[in-house]
């Protein structure tokens, strides 16, 4: 029988090549999507210290922390009063806070003030326009998003709060744009990610030192570090491994999760 020529399929060889190919390709994707991460993660990284840079160039220049002086009359742009009626007022204690407020339910303040204060026109110390209108209650806007009222992450569309316990203050990730309510908070990085921006500037451990593991909450921002496998939106107990692992001492992160289950907050270094 006669064998048409056209109809001959690959070769060994042929077929060896096209694998070869496949494989170089999918390698390279993967490789690319972790050159990507890597990028997200050390952008992260990069903007949180730039944040602590301008606080720290704001205080030797007026003497307090952003948010938290009475900007006014230093001509520095916040929409929130906190004790005097004026905009942009803060109470000068050192601590960041909701206005008049101990548990953290809007950004509004010297929360949203803190913002307002690094970007005033002409005086800025960081990059964006951050003002807090939307964040306000009392100005009919009640719209509050990153990148408008409060700076967005390098990657997704969560933003950055900022806010004081215990005398201390952080900077943390995982704010939801919404309404005026918009403390709510959600998780950001894959556990080994947050491990990675952990380990890179501080000890990588998610329940100590100045970067730690903080979980999400659908109505408020949770203000606790903490550490365990009970890291749970509404802060209660659960037998489930979330951002970390409480069965190691100290606790690590759970390197094994393959989903968003960690928000990480900075303490705030200033002096």
Excluded at 20 to 29: E, K, Q, R
Excluded at 192 to 202: E, G, H, M, P, Y
Aim: glycine share 12%; hydrophobic share 35%; charged share 15%.
């Amino acid at each position: 029988m006669r064998i048409n020529k056209s109809q001959k399929g690959f070769t060994l060889v042929e077929l060896a090549i096209v694998l070869v190919i496949i494989g170089l390709i999918v390698s390279s994707v993967l490789v690319g999507q972790d050159l990507i991460k890597a990028a997200e993660l050390r952008s992260t990284v990069r903007q949180q210290q730039s944040f602590q840079v301008a606080v720290n160039t704001f205080i030797g220049k007026y003497g307090a922390i952003p948010g938290d002086i009475q900007g006014n009359k230093y001509g520095l742009d916040g929409t929130a009063a906190y004790i005097d009626g004026t905009a942009g007022d803060g109470d000068g204690d050192g601590t960041i806070e909701q206005t008049n407020a101990a548990t953290i339910l809007t950004l509004t303040g010297e929360m949203s003030t803190f913002w307002s204060n690094l970007t005033t026109s002409n005086k800025e110390l960081i990059k964006g326009v951050y003002n807090g209108d939307g964040c306000a209650t009392s100005n009919g806007d009640t719209n509050c998003h990153a990148g408008e009222d409060f700076p967005k992450l390098p990657f997704g569309s969560t933003g950055w709060a900022v806010y004081g316990v215990s005398g201390v203050n952080y900077f943390a990730t995982g704010v939801v744009s919404g309404d005026s309510t918009v403390a709510n908070t959600t998780v950001d990085f894959v556990p080994l990610d947050a491990f990675n921006i952990d380990s890179k500037i501080d000890d990588g451990v998610p329940s100590a030192g100045n970067v730690q593991a903080i979980n999400g909450h659908a109505t408020l921002i949770n203000t606790t570090a903490e550490a365990g496998s009970f890291l749970t939106f509404d802060n209660t107990s659960t037998s489930a491994a979330d951002c970390t692992d409480s069965n190691e001492a100290p606790p690590e992160y759970q390197y094994t999760a393959a989903t968003n289950e960690c928000r990480l907050r900075f303490k705030m270094q200033t002096f």
